[in-house]
T-cell receptor, first 112, second 112 residues
Framework: GESVGLHLPTLSVQEGDNSIINCAYSNSASDYFIWYKQESGKGPQFIIDIRSNMDKRQGQRVTVLLNKTVKHLSLQIAATQPGDSAVYFCAERGGATNKLIFGTGTLLAVQP | DAMVIQNPRYQVTQFGKPVTLSCSQTLNHNVMYWYQQKSSQAPKLLFHYYDKDFNNEADTPDNFQSRRPNTSFCFLDIRSPGLGDAAMYLC???????????FGDGTRLSIL
């Protein structure tokens, strides 16, 4: 069968609270970053992206913050809902290859 | 409507018996990707096609092959599956290499 997976970092929040999911990236040359949401049994779903010439970008209930100085990316979800429960992955792209490098996911568990 | 479609959703094969997973897209995107995702881990890129140009990742085992007969379809062939190949296989597309990737819901492969 499948090899034993790692234990994902988990963030547990109450419904209605704001959530902040953090990600440290590795390549200072990365110029594009994406957050994906992956629900159980489904593929990753695009949430929001940001380019390295920006430090903040807002979507519907989501905000991505980029701190290039410390190579840190965060996803803020306002008024978290049960439907937000999923694994969230950050991904970076940089260099000549355009290849996406995924970070370790974070499991967001929303308590009703 | 699903834009990246993977069939079947679940596939069971025997140890050493060749298996083919399929992906189709209605987005007319130039780039198609195959990822392997094991439990609680991030997706790992196996290879991608830019149009008809095949790009293999350096650490992708020779056991994994791919075909892209036309823009819409891409196949993942596993010639002799081992127990360690049990995983979720994700297909993704992007219009260009530097654009966001859109994922299908994957095929979960089990090896008996």
């Amino acid at each position: 069968g499948e090899s034993v997976g790692l234990h994902l970092p988990t963030l547990s929040v109450q419904e209605g609270d704001n959530s902040i999911i953090n990600c440290a990236y590795s390549n200072s040359a990365s110029d594009y970053f994406i957050w994906y949401k992956q629900e159980s049994g489904k593929g990753p779903q695009f949430i929001i992206d940001i380019r390295s010439n920006m430090d903040k970008r807002q979507g519907q209930r989501v905000t991505v913050l980029l701190n290039k100085t410390v190579k840190h990316l965060s996803l803020q979800i306002a008024a978290t809902q049960p439907g937000d429960s999923a694994v969230y992955f950050c991904a970076e792209r940089g260099g000549a290859t355009n290849k996406l490098i995924f970070g370790t996911g974070t499991l967001l568990a929303v308590q009703p | 409507d699903a834009m990246v479609i993977q069939n079947p959703r679940y596939q069971v094969t025997q140890f050493g018996k060749p298996v083919t997973l399929s992906c189709s897209q209605t987005l007319n995107h130039n780039v198609m990707y195959w990822y392997q995702q094991k439990s609680s881990q991030a997706p790992k890129l196996l290879f991608h096609y830019y149009d008809k140009d095949f790009n293999n990742e350096a650490d992708t085992p020779d056991n994994f092959q791919s075909r892209r007969p036309n823009t819409s379809f891409c196949f993942l062939d596993i010639r002799s599956p081992g127990l360690g190949d049990a995983a979720m296989y994700l297909c993704a597309t992007s219009s260009e290499a530097n654009q966001p990737q859109h994922f299908g819901d994957g095929t979960r492969l089990s090896i008996l």
